[in-house]
């Protein structure tokens, strides 16, 4: 299946963990995400990749830290998780970035801190 | 940066009748506007989207229009369906490599 692939789908974790959390799209996409929906449902971007490189850090405290070892993949490692840090992460993947082309979404990982 | 704004918060809609969801946008450099539908639990899927060259677009039941001049844009479900309950957001490209999302709308179809 062509498809944008989160890994895991649930995580629960104690306050001070380190996790991580992984993201593979077959899609053949140049472009990869990382978004947070908090509680409210608000989906804001933290990260965004193009062809391995960094593009957008959208002022993610650097205890985040996204790793995108291909074009492919795009990883997100979190240190020292905090209570605030509980939401459902997203990855997505678009073709040349959202010039006209829509995101397609990874089925998210609830990641839950206590 | 780009802003949007998406009212209302919720919509509930008896079935058959037509939704209506609207949103604003700050950034006059935004050129590509999508819409998602999420449903409980799921992940956000694209259901139209529309470029700032074309000012209205439809696909069956779904149609979204585009005032530019008003840095508006809205999304119009006819006949609804309980199926079409979800949360809807709209969205803004302010560059190649970022959308902005409303806060999104809650729609609630009755039976």
């Known amino acids: 299946d062509t498809a944008v692939s989160q890994t895991p789908k649930y995580l629960v974790t104690q306050m001070g963990n380190d996790k991580s959390i992984k993201c593979e799209q077959n899609l053949g996409h140049d472009t990869m995400y990382w978004y947070k929906q908090d509680s409210k449902k608000f989906l804001k971007i933290m990260f965004s990749y193009n062809n391995k490189e960094l593009i957008i850090n959208e002022t993610v405290p650097n205890r985040f830290s996204p790793k995108s070892p291909d074009k492919a993949h795009l990883n997100l490692h979190i240190n020292s998780l905090e209570l605030g840090d509980s939401a459902v992460y997203f990855c997505?993947?678009?073709?040349?970035?959202?010039?006209?082309?829509?995101?397609?979404f990874g089925s998210g990982t609830r990641l839950t801190v206590v | 940066g780009e802003n949007v704004e998406q009212h209302p918060s919720t919509l509930s809609v008896q079935e058959g009748d037509s939704a209506v969801i609207k949103c604003t946008y700050s950034?006059?450099?935004?050129?590509?506007f999508p819409w998602y539908k999420q449903e409980l639990g799921k992940r956000p899927q694209l259901i139209i989207d529309i470029r700032s060259n074309v000012g209205e677009k439809k696909d069956q039941r779904i149609a979204v229009t585009l005032n530019k001049t008003a840095k508006h844009f809205s999304l119009h479900i006819t006949e609804t369906q309980p199926e079409d309950s979800a949360v809807y957001f709209c969205?803004?490209?302010?560059?190649?490599?970022?959308?902005?999302f409303g806060a999104g709308t809650t729609v609630t179809v009755r039976a």
């Open positions: 969205a803004a490209a302010t560059n190649d490599y970022k959308l902005s």
């Open positions: 950034d006059s450099a935004s050129n590509y």
């Open positions: 997505a993947s678009s073709q040349a970035g959202t010039g006209g082309y829509g995101y397609t």
